[in-house]
């Protein structure tokens, strides 16, 4: 069975920094696209980073270039996410997203496979 699992969220002040952490489990992360996406109150998805082994291998969106970081450990099968420089703009759910087939879809938020989210608030 696959499992995403965030964890890692919480409220920061603007300016801080927090770092998100995805379990997968049930696959192998060689084989999939991961990556983050996140949903504001009213808002709709949208991709934040993705790491894989095809193109696009590395995706940010062009709001959190130079101050998101994803990294993955796919020997422990964790994916992180450093988030610096944190923007009030940046509130959201997070959720830890995969697909075999790419970056493109879980940039889209059309991934296979995601799990719960996890609460990130920047206070201005």
């Known amino acids: 069975e696959v499992q995403l699992q965030a964890s890692g969220g919480g409220l920061v002040q603007a300016g801080g920094s927090l770092r998100l952490s995805c379990a997968a489990s049930?696959?192998?992360?060689?084989?999939?696209?991961i990556g983050w996406w996140r949903q504001a109150p009213g808002k709709e998805r949208e991709g934040v980073s993705c790491i894989g082994s095809s193109d696009p291998k590395l995706y940010y969106r062009d709001s959190v270039k130079g101050r998101f970081t994803i990294s993955s450990d796919n020997a422990k099968k964790m994916v992180y996410l450093q988030m610096n420089s944190l923007k009030a703009e940046d509130t959201a759910v997070y959720h830890c997203?995969?697909?075999?087939?790419?970056?493109?879809?879980?940039?889209?938020?059309?991934?296979?496979?995601w799990g719960q989210g996890t609460q990130v608030t920047v206070s201005s």
């Open positions: 049930g696959f192998t992360l060689d084989d999939y696209a």
């Open positions: 997203a995969a697909d075999p087939r790419g970056c493109f879809y879980v940039n889209v938020s059309a991934a296979v496979y």
